[in-house]
Structures are given as C-alpha cells and as structure tokens.
C-alpha cells in the first residue's frame, strides 16, 4: 500500500519548456488534488477533480492544466513554465481527510 | 489573504512548556483538519474537527473548534522535540483551504 506517489522528485525547466508531474493513489478516493506550496504562503489549491472524470479550478489555476486519467491517476501540466512556477506541488488523495504524496520540486530558470 | 490565519508564524520554545497555536476565520467550515509537516515530505493529517465546540485528544495535542466553526486551536502539552514541525490547518469550504502554517521548534 503505496499510498499517494508523484513523479518526478525534483525537476529543472528552462522557461517554456513545459512538463507533466505525475500522481497515482491506490486508496480507491474519489478525490484528487494539486497544490503549490510557496514560503509563508501555505498551501494553495491549483486544480482539483471531485470523481473520475471531472475536474474544477482551485485557487490558483492559470498556467496550468490536469487530466484525471482514471480513478487513480490525476497528472498536472505545464504547457510553458514560469519563474513563477517555481514551487514544490503536491499531490493528495482524499474527500475530508486527505493524504499526500512526498512532493515535487520544481525550479524554473 | 489568506482565507485562514494561522499564528504565530513562527514558535520557539524548550522541551517541556506548553503551548497553544491558533487557526482563525471569518468564514463557516463545515469542518476543519490539522496537518503537521515535516521538511522535505508531505502534510500529514493529525485530526478532523466537525462539530462547534468539538474537543479532540490526541496523546499531548488537544485540538479545539470553535462554536461558530470559524476557528480552531491546537494546544500541545509538554512539548518535545520530535513535536518540531510545519503545523498546518485546513478548513473545507467546498474546496480545501490551507492556512500559512506555524513553524514551531522545540529545542532538548
């Protein structure tokens, strides 16, 4: 029981190159998340998908994309990446109480 | 701004004091989780709170929601080193809001 994995563990993007991170849970959750995370700013919600199929903006969603590929599986793109982007996102799984992966770091140059 | 405040912001105190951090609104959640993080990992769910006025214990974490379920505390009792971390709350609202965080530290 792996729980919620993400791929890649670090990443580094020249600006506009684009990229997808990865994310797979296998506690059967209808609901999957991404967040940034910036110092002094918490956690912010990008995008999130309530069931298999859809998928809903959060707080902070321009710039990117997702795709909830089947139950399990909810990735999340970056068609020309920023210094802005610049962050470490994480993944979670979960309606109430939710469960997150290790997390991706992210640095744009 | 953010939806929750979270403070302090930063806490630093020595094994064995008490201490109490605080998770404050001016909107209704029907209901509010507590994480705490460590660096280099993911937030890791402490507690869920549904009810106003509700009162958990978690060994020397008492978390607390407040009757109008605006907001919370998080008080720990003789704090301990391994208690070092990012403590996170996280109110739902039809989507997840996280607040800041408390960094706190405790020195041996």
């Known amino acids: 029981n792996a729980g919620v994995t993400q791929t890649p563990k670090f990443q580094v993007l020249k600006t506009g190159q684009s990229m997808t991170l990865q994310c797979a849970q296998d506690m059967n959750h209808n609901s999957m998340y991404w967040y940034r995370q910036d110092p002094g700013m918490g956690l912010r919600l990008i995008y999130y998908?309530?069931?298999?199929?859809?998928?809903d903006k959060g707080e902070v969603p321009n710039g990117y994309n997702v795709s909830r590929l089947n139950k399990r599986e909810f990735s999340l793109r970056l068609e020309s990446a920023a210094p802005s982007q610049t962050s470490v996102y994480f993944c979670a799984s979960g309606r109430y109480e939710q469960y997150f992966g290790p997390g991706t770091r992210l640095t744009v140059t | 701004t953010q939806l929750l405040e979270q403070s302090p912001q930063f806490l630093s105190i020595q094994e064995g004091e008490n201490l109490t951090v605080y998770c404050n609104s001016s909107s209704v959640f029907s209901s509010l989780q507590w994480y705490r993080q460590e660096p280099g990992e993911g937030p890791v769910l402490l507690v869920t709170v549904v009810t106003g006025g509700e009162v958990k214990k978690l060994k020397r974490l008492t978390f607390q929601f407040g009757d109008a379920r605006k907001d919370s505390s998080l008080h720990i009792t003789a704090a301990q080193p391994g208690d070092t971390g990012l403590y996170l709350c996280?109110?739902?609202?039809?989507?997840?809001?996280f607040g800041a965080g408390t960094r706190l530290t405790v020195k041996p």
């Open positions: 996280a109110g739902d609202n039809n989507d997840m809001r």
């Open positions: 998908s309530a069931s298999e199929g859809t998928t």
